[in-house]
């Protein structure tokens, strides 16, 4: 007899149509889940819940999810409160945003609201965002030159809301500005946060 007429040697071969391929066990949801997250973190630092939600959207059941995300967390693959300090970092550095905006950022990422509070007392005092609106200000100016003061007030205003910065600071700091390069017209009252930038 040969080995293809063994019923030893065919009954250990399932799932061909010739009856000679092996089968592929199928993988858990927790399988999946794991080889998902270490994909996505590859690519970048996520927050527990932008994994959550990615192993949503691919069908992976909540409770292989919160057991793959938890484990994560104790090895310390995901770190919310990591996230939050260097997003705080990397964004107000390059972008310039203030304390409000990475709070917006951070909020809609998933990261908790008492881990987004320490994150940004523990990267950004109040000497750096003044200090980073100051550096806004003084590159927006020169393109602000010869317009009246209302509309060059309101554009560096602009910039500076939205990029989170509070109305107080803003106006104080492109007073200074504008007193520093001679130019006294500062309006009385302060103009409202609506004139467009080229630079959002």
């Known amino acids: 007899m040969s080995e293809h007429e063994d019923p030893a040697f065919v009954g250990n071969h399932k799932g061909g ?9 199928r ?5 999946q889940a794991r080889q998902i997250c270490l994909r996505l ?3 970048a630092p996520r927050t527990r819940a932008q994994l959550a939600d990615a192993l949503r959207k691919r069908g992976i059941p909540d409770e ?3 057991e793959v995300l938890s484990r994560f967390e104790d090895v310390g693959l995901i770190d919310d409160a990591a996230f939050a300090r260097a997003w705080v970092e990397s964004r107000h550095y390059s972008r310039g945003l203030a304390g409000r905006a990475l709070s917006a950022e951070l909020k809609q990422r998933g990261v908790a609201a008492d881990e ?10 109040p000497d750096a965002e003044i200090s980073a609106a100051r550096r806004l200000i ?6 602000t030159r010869g317009l009246p ?3 060059r007030t309101r554009r560096l205003a602009g910039l500076l809301a939205r990029k989170g910065y509070p109305a107080g600071l803003a106006f104080r700091v492109i007073r200074e500005a504008l007193e ?3 130019d006294p017209a500062f309006p009385e009252d302060e103009p409202p946060f609506d004139e467009p930038d080229s630079d959002t």
Do not use: F, H, V, W
């Open 64 to 66: 292989a999810a919160d």
């Open 116 to 125: 987004i509070r320490a994150a940004i007392e523990d990267r950004l005092g």
């Open 138 to 143: 003084d590159r927006k100016l020169q393109s």
């Open 149 to 151: 003061p209302d509309q």
């Open 27 to 31: 993988e858990s949801p927790e399988d």
């Open 180 to 182: 520093a390069e001679g």
């Open 17 to 25: 149509a010739d009856g000679m391929t092996p089968q592929t066990p």
């Open 41 to 43: 973190l590859t690519l």
